[in-house]
């Protein structure tokens, strides 16, 4: 039996030197460095400054790319309506003591038809002009002829009478001075004035 303690021992012993023998458990691996999340975040940062800067930019062009269609839009609307007071403005002429309108003055009428037809609120006047020659009464009813014979032309394309009135100034208002026959081809003229709806 003297082994026996002996045994004891031994098993004592060996428990021992194996429970001194196991290793320490490590340590926990340490969790990412705190750099690494502030360096993403850093640079989510930075992108989100990047992608609102670049949506600024498109934004202002977008900006400006308007603010040009419509000053250009402007720009347009203005050139038309010069255009458009031009062409109604534009004299048409006659022959000597004849109110007839002359197949090369049907072009300029037919603008002016246009126009009238786009703008349905504008309203003129054609004021029949003469030359010198002729008495003033007789100038005044030529002045007349001419003034209804452009008024019947308007109306004859679709225009409502209503929306033109006519005037005669006879030989009151000459635009070219002189007793020649260019002078007095200037004088023989239609003239066109907007009353309303500019």
Not at 186 to 193: H, L, S, V
Request: with cysteine; net charge negative; proline share 5%.
């Amino acid at each position: 039996m003297s082994r026996s303690p002996l045994i004891v021992l031994g098993l004592a012993a060996a428990f021992v030197i194996a429970a001194c023998g196991k290793k320490e458990p490590e340590p926990p691996a340490p969790a990412e460095a705190p750099t690494a999340t502030v360096d993403s975040a850093a640079e989510r940062a930075r992108a989100d400054s990047i992608a609102a800067a670049e949506e600024a930019r498109r934004r202002e062009e977008a900006e400006r790319l308007q603010r040009q269609r419509e000053a250009d839009s402007l720009a347009a609307l203005s050139r038309n309506a010069e255009e458009m007071r031009a062409a109604l403005a534009t004299m048409i002429h006659f022959d000597y003591d004849k109110a007839d309108v002359r197949p090369d003055d049907a072009g300029t009428l037919d603008a002016k038809v246009t126009i009238l037809q786009q703008n349905p609120n504008l309203r003129i006047r054609v004021s029949g002009h003469c030359d010198e020659r002729g008495s003033d009464e007789y100038n005044l009813a030529l002045g007349n002829r001419r003034a209804t014979a452009v008024k019947q032309y308007l109306v004859n394309h679709g225009i409502d009478a209503s929306r033109i009135e006519t005037q005669s100034w006879g030989e009151e208002r000459p635009i070219a001075q002189g007793s020649t026959e260019e002078a007095w081809a200037q004088n023989r003229r239609a003239e066109f004035e907007v009353l309303a709806g500019n």
